[in-house]
């Protein structure tokens, strides 16, 4: 079997391998709502974030304010939501720590180092959500990689 899509991937391993380490998914259908909102309005605007803030500057082009202007609306609306979700459970996709959790990650980290911070910050049930996430050891051993 070939997979190529990275979340496919992500969910494929983690019940193949789920009674190794935590358990990443939870079979539950409000999991699987949460995977969706973060794959269909986290993702898309967070990544443009990144590229307009991080990466088109590592490439020597110039920042489009208008796009970053409004994909952070766009975000501020998606991060709106998880505030609330996150008022209502410890993790977005529940009690425990999933692969809907695990997905933020990247872009995550690419957006702390950006003004765009800003939205993670003024909301304080997602900034301690951010703040339990990215201190988790596998995240760290990952980061410590990136570095090598």
Do not use: C
């Amino acid at each position: 079997m070939t997979m190529a899509e990275s979340r496919a991937i992500t969910d494929h391993i983690a019940q193949k391998f789920a009674s190794k380490g935590t358990p990443l998914t939870t079979g539950e259908p409000e999991m699987k709502v949460w995977l969706q909102v973060e794959v269909n309005h986290f993702e898309p605007a967070s990544s443009q974030l990144g590229w307009e803030q991080v990466f088109k500057p590592m490439f020597g082009m110039t920042t489009d304010p208008a796009a970053v202007e409004a994909n952070e609306a766009k975000l501020s609306k998606v991060l709106d939501v998880y505030e609330t979700r996150l008022s209502k459970s410890k993790y977005l996709g529940g009690d425990q720590f999933t692969l809907v959790d695990l997905h933020h990650l990247p872009n995550i980290q690419v957006l702390n180092g950006t003004p765009t911070k800003k939205l993670f910050d003024s909301r304080p049930k997602l900034s301690a959500w951010i703040a339990d996430v990215t201190a988790r050891p596998a995240w760290s051993k990952v980061l410590a990689m990136q570095k090598q």
